[in-house]
């Protein structure tokens, strides 16, 4: 417990008294206005004026020692006890003032209002005891104070190391954010690439056929002006079909859409349409039990992908596992203000404890040439974080069934 008191007065018979009342030992008079006094209680420091009071406040203060108490007489004849307790207090503002005088130039209320609290006043003659009481509750009070700022000193470095090392982890995942947005970016590139080979590679086939057919037909002189019309004709389709693909998937895959109210079952026959021919082509069987009347609020594309994404899960588990009679059903319902809609394969389910992790950032069991483990993790960031809807998957029967919620929105 900080003990220390200074104490300044003219008055030398004056500290003599002070001395005897704060020190538990009787002593002789004191010759030197600065000598210092321990006892067992306080640890008192005398001094003729205030003005040398200030100079060793401010000195130990400097040091990183602090006084507790101070006991200004306020008539002095170089520093008034008024204008020393302005001092001090300009230099530590939690210093506690006792002001002892038999007349004063200031009135109590102008000290008090220009020194604010821990500010007390006692009039000569005083009661030594009463004197001796104040100092001591008052030195209590001030030691608890300071405990309180000290915790509050710790509290304020512990939040601010608790703040910077959030500030951290929430940068790591930012740029662990960028990282995957950029995977999966360059992962969405090559879907891209990859779909479009796949609706190319048909119609391609085609043309080549269309010209090896004009070459023989110039080749054996069957080449007329009617068969050349008529391959040529077949020739320009099959190419308008390639571009309007190319277009399709420019649409599809566009960044910075707007945010629009869109009918969900509208979206999602479009999803399917780019992935009709690998369905086709596998005889996958998709049931729709979708209600065309209901919308939501988003990003159309970014929920088509999600779509797309969803069902092509379903696709690869089924040829995974070589499924007899494949089938994905996918329902639009609405429950309240809720529109729910529903993918169900029966490509076999997965084990639970993978579906606690499924929507982890590369989470996949696909093989690592075929999956980056990304897929679901932003079909999640889409619903819940763009959309502010709710995703979750489940093993259902003979497969998996995973169901988005969206709150409906009308025109």
């Known amino acids: 417990m900080n003990n220390i008191i200074y104490i300044a007065d003219d008055d030398k018979n004056l500290l003599n008294l002070y001395s005897s009342i704060f020190s538990s030992e009787e002593s002789d008079e004191l010759d030197f206005f ?25 000195k130990a203060y400097q040091r990183g020692e602090k006084i507790p108490i101070v006991i200004l007489d306020m008539r002095m004849p170089k520093m008034s006890g008024f204008e020393t307790a302005k001092k001090v207090r300009d230099i530590d503002e939690n210093v506690i003032v006792i002001i002892i005088t038999a007349y004063s130039d200031v009135s109590m209320s102008e000290i008090r209002f220009q020194l604010k609290n821990g500010i007390y006043y006692f009039k000569k003659p005083f009661n030594e005891d009463e ?3 104040l100092v001591d509750s008052a030195l209590k009070q001030w030691n608890h104070l300071q405990e309180i ?26 740029d662990k954010d960028r990282i995957i947005a950029r995977q999966q970016r360059l992962s969405y590139i090559g879907e891209v690439l990859s779909s479009v080979a796949h609706h190319w590679r048909q119609p391609l086939n085609q043309l080549t056929l269309l010209i090896e057919d004009l070459n023989d037909g110039y080749k054996y002189g069957d080449l007329n002006q009617e068969y050349f019309e008529k391959n040529s004709e077949d020739m320009v389709k099959i190419v308008n079909y390639m571009s309007k693909t190319i277009d399709n998937f420019r649409d ?36 729709l039990d979708v209600d065309s009347n209901l919308k939501i609020k988003g990003f159309v594309n970014e929920f088509s992908r999600v779509v797309v994404s969803l069902v092509e899960n379903s696709h690869d588990a089924i040829l995974r596992n070589n499924i007899e009679l494949p089938k994905i059903k996918i329902s639009v319902t609405q429950k309240n203000d809720l529109v729910n809609v529903k993918i169900i394969d029966n490509a076999g389910g997965v084990s639970e404890e993978f579906i606690e992790k499924v929507f982890d950032p590369y989470s996949t069991i696909k093989n690592q040439t075929k999956g980056t483990g990304l897929g679901l993790f932003f079909c999640k960031v889409v619903v819940e974080s763009h959309m502010n809807g709710n995703i979750g998957i489940e093993n259902f029967e003979n497969g998996i069934a995973v169901e988005m919620s969206f709150m409906e929105q009308k025109d």
């Open 252 to 287: 599809f895959f566009a960044p910075n859409e707007q945010e629009t109210i869109f009918p969900v079952a509208e979206a999602i026959e479009n999803a399917l349409e780019l992935y009709d021919l690998s369905i086709k082509h596998d005889s996958i069987n998709i049931e």
């Open 149 to 174: 700022i000290q915790l509050k000193d710790a509290l304020n470095k512990n939040n601010i190391f608790l703040e910077d090392r959030v500030k951290e982890e929430v940068e790591k995942s930012r």
């Open 34 to 58: 600065s000598d210092e006094t321990d006892s067992e209680e306080f640890s008192i420091k005398l001094f003729e004026d205030g003005y040398f009071l200030v100079e060793e406040f401010e």
């Open 131 to 133: 004197l001796y009481s």
